[in-house]
């Protein structure tokens, strides 16, 4: 039998394992729920199964187990926070469609300059930026082209010492990175994010605003990028000052490849603006009357629907039309509402409460030490399991966790989350680093070299960021 059926039986033989174990008496509701748990992680870990179809296994199993109610269960997968990422995706396709994110990227790398390393931090910036608003997968894909491109400008040959190889080696993993880390400076940037605010609304009713989010995580943003940079273009892959003979024509003659900035465009443009307003400045629409429950969600939605609304002025239909939802990631969406009901399951069967319980009896290591403990595992952890299922399964735990240390319930859980967005090590530990490896122009032991230092870099850097900026969150 091949190792595909081995893992396919074995989530579920696990579960039923463990509830003969229960139906004998021997075990209750919370070593059941950790069986489901632990069939979801083997199923999501191995994607023998869909991601979005594993993510559906708590809507059977809990009414039977009697975990949750039918509809209890359901409510998970239709959580606000859900439609806010929704919105996200349809805006992010949007500017693909219409070639905005290539405009942004050409035109930032232009400005930034033709030397090597302004090179890399031009490109670095477009894909950071980029990632900020639509997924790093497909910054990742619109920036590889236009970076190799710039590569073979090069004409890289054996007597060079080196010299491209390392501008080579440092331009993709500058794009590949700067996609993994920008994406957590707002809350649809990057799935963990979304999975952190849903958690904190459902767990605490902790409500975490996208204006909040972006104050508190775009100056760690910044200097983890500033890290990045350095470690890659003055660390292990120094490269040279003489400018790239040939990039400024490249650049222009793509650019002018886009023609006039159009009205698809423009329009789109309008919309994106007037959608991340709207986000950052809520606090205070909300004290005007008649606005004082708009949430981020519904501005999101109402985002999206625009784009399905208004006219392209271009082709005489609209900006976005239905087919093109289906590029949406809906499994991630499922895998989202999947997150919530573990969450919720192990909420009602006192599993978040006793491994609270077990772990709060261990405070030698200090608010900063379990912050610096839950930084490092969730970074090293994301480099072989989903970021998404990593966050899902492991914030409600550590809720329980802060909880029972009499700390608030997300002193833990944000750490977490900004870990799950540091993978930098290996080509399958996200789509970015597995997009660049693919072109061929880099080394495993290159990514990994770069990945052991950037990982211990960033591992400290969100302990002790968080350590001094968390609480303005928290409170």
């Not at 949406?328 to 599993?351: C, D, K, R």
């Not at 930084?375 to 480099?383: D, I, K, N």
């Not at 789509?431 to 072109?439: D, K, Q, T």
């Amino acid at each position: 039998m091949k190792t595909k059926n081995w893992i396919l039986l074995a989530g579920p033989a696990i579960f039923l394992l463990t509830l003969l174990v229960k139906n004998s008496g021997m075990a209750g509701p919370g070593f059941v729920m950790i069986s489901i748990l632990a069939w979801m992680l083997l199923w999501w870990s191995s994607r023998v199964v869909p991601i979005g179809i594993t993510s559906l296994l708590p809507i059977v199993l809990f009414p039977l187990l009697e975990i949750e109610s039918l509809k209890a269960t359901a409510q998970n997968y239709a959580s606000p926070v859900i439609f806010l990422f929704f919105g996200g995706f349809v805006l992010g396709i949007a500017i693909e469609k219409w070639g905005l994110h290539k405009r942004i990227s050409l035109n930032i790398i232009r400005i930034s300059g033709f030397t090597p390393r302004r090179i890399i931090l031009g490109s670095m910036i477009a894909s950071a930026f980029l990632s900020m608003w639509i997924s790093n997968t497909a910054t990742t894909l619109m920036m590889l082209p236009i970076g190799l491109s710039i590569i073979a400008l090069l004409e890289i040959n054996k007597g060079s010492n080196g010299v491209e190889r390392n501008f080579s080696a440092a331009l993709l993993l500058g794009i590949a990175y700067a996609a993994n880390i920008g994406g957590m400076a707002t809350v649809i940037g990057t799935p963990p994010n979304l999975v952190l605010v849903a958690m904190a609304e459902d767990i605490l009713g902790f409500p975490v605003e996208f204006s909040d989010w972006v104050l508190f995580a775009f100056p760690l943003v910044l200097i983890l990028f500033l890290f990045v940079f350095l470690v890659l273009t003055y660390v292990l892959f120094p490269t040279r000052k003489s400018s790239i003979s040939g990039v400024s024509d490249l650049l222009r003659s793509e650019i002018e490849k886009l023609k006039g900035f159009d009205a698809p465009e423009r329009r789109v443009t309008i919309v994106f603006f007037l959608t991340a307003l709207l986000w950052i400045f809520r606090g205070l629409i909300n004290r005007v009357s008649f606005f004082e429950n708009l949430s981020d969600p519904m501005i999101a939605v109402g985002g999206a629907m625009l784009l399905f609304i208004l006219p392209d002025g271009h082709s005489g239909g609209t900006l976005m039309k239905w087919r093109d939802a289906q590029r949406i990631p809906w499994e991630i969406l499922l895998l989202f509402g999947g997150g919530l009901a573990i969450a919720m399951g192990m909420s009602n069967t006192g599993v978040m409460t006793a491994i609270g319980n077990v772990i709060g009896e261990q405070q030698e290591y200090g608010m900063l030490g379990m912050v610096f403990l839950a930084t490092m595992a969730s970074v090293f952890l994301t480099e072989v399991m989903s970021n998404v299922a990593l966050v899902s399964v492991f914030i409600p735990i550590s809720i329980g966790i802060s909880q029972s240390l009499g700390m608030p319930g997300l002193t833990l859980a944000i750490p977490i989350t900004l870990g799950a967005s540091c993978a930098f090590m290996f080509p399958i530990s996200t789509p970015p680093n597995a997009i660049v490896y693919s072109s061929k122009k880099l080394g495993m032991v290159e990514m990994v070299k770069a990945g052991i230092i950037l990982n211990l870099l960033s591992v400290m850097t969100i302990s002790f960021y968080y350590w001094i900026q968390g609480k303005a969150l928290l409170d």
